[in-house]
């Protein structure tokens, strides 16, 4: 593939000055959702083309990427787009939560505390948190538009009516800035404290939808709850079988057919680092694994 | 003039028409606290439109609707915002349609909907939330062990009456019903109006039932007012109306009753 064919991040520079105005206008608005006019990306929707699009536009010549996908560096999804960005915008890239300024994420947040210097791209499915009770775009704008969120609670009530606790475990609805309510794009509701009061700036990036939202640094982000049922932070009661951490998101492997299971870190970057140097290295720059 | 002797609800020449076809024409009345107006009329006489433009969702394009706000100013509700008007129409207001799908979220439980007007207004105790919704399901004769069931698996009375609590949780003081016994068999009619009339006496309610059932009108309506081709024809007491009509078409009207 000839590489120079492309302009710098693949899209055009018109494009990326598009995006970043509906960026800034979304750091303006913390939370609001603001329409952009969403490209084509030579990848499906689903598959990160809002996510995508947003790094695109942020990335600059000495930016250093990571791209992680449900906390994974080494997975699909991740090893594709730091390709991607690899080969159009000839960016260093990094595994190491630390050394990156643009993280681009498909439903975790590091648990490596981030940074002021750092930027953090969600991918977002359904940026719309009142979808499923509203399906009336234009009623759930106005409802936006009127700050009417009584509606959110009907989902959590429903929640508790049902399973005893408020049984939302990812894309938990959080109040931004005392203002918008937000869908976190389908993250565990255990990453939602992280997004309160973080040094590092969060853009949301919905390419199906069209729509990108944000949360400027140091804002006030707050998980939806009832007085006498508050948000509670899920984890799995275990230790990771390779680190033993037992703060950290645990992802659950099946090992073998006959009920053999592991819990391990779902951010692998975090669990090699408490590993320590001897165990093998992330994959590097240029050979994921296919 | 004490408070309570104001009208809650004033309408003055209210007029719209679609084209050119004239929905509604000249009307006016006024509403006191407590009382209830039965609309009667045949299908497309302008009977639902007037309900539209009482509770602002149809636009007037002449008259207005002065409302008599919980602080005791009378208002002219084109004046409030839309966020004003829709906090209203979720509080002091309700709204029961004929069709209780258009009035209920199918897809949520007979509880939720119960309390959603609760939890819109800044309700964020479970506990009381769902204490309230039980209180409100069992003044409309609705189980309470239901309440978790949707009300898509409820028969059609049982939505009616489902929507009826939805509607009267935050003790409304007008309450706008469109048909609301339509649709249903007579027996289920029956135990409905019973509920109706019981509800709308124990709270006070002031009520404009728009309905072509005079049955409906005679039980429930202190006031009559007769609708034709979006004119108001006739007006006065329920019993009065009914039994000495004096307009042509109220006399067909009284007289299209069948009597087994």
Redesign the interface.
Known sequence: MNAPAYNFAYLDEQTKRMIRRAILKAVAIPGYQVPFASREMPMPYGWGTGGVQVTASVLGPNDVLKVIDQGADDTTNAVSIRKFFQKTAGVRTTTDTREATVIQTRHRIPETPLAEHQILVFQVPIPEPLRFLEPRETETRRMHALAEYGLMHVKLYEDIAHHGQIATTYAYPVKVDGRYVMDPSPTPKFDNPKMDDCPALQLFGAGREKRIYAIPPYTQVVSLDFEDHPFERYRRDDTCALCGSTDSFLDEIVTDDSGGRMFVCSDTAYCEGRRGSDMPAAPAPGEGKS | MSEDERPLLIAEALKKAFGRQIACRDISFSLHEGEVMAVVGESGSGKSTLLRLLSMQTKPDAGCVRYRMRDGVTRDLAALG??EL?FLARTDWGFVHQDPALGL?M???A??NV???L???GW????K??QAATDWLERVEIEAAR??DRPDIYSGGMRQRLQIARNLVTQPRLVLMDEPTSGLDVSVQARLLDLLRKLVAALKLSAVIVTHDLAVARLLSHRIMVMKAGEVIETGLTDQVLDDPHEPYTQLLVASILQP
Do not use: T
């Open positions: 839309e966020a829709r979220r897809a949520v439980s509880g939720a309390g959603e007007r939890m819109a207004v964020r105790h479970y506990g939330i769902r309440i978790d």
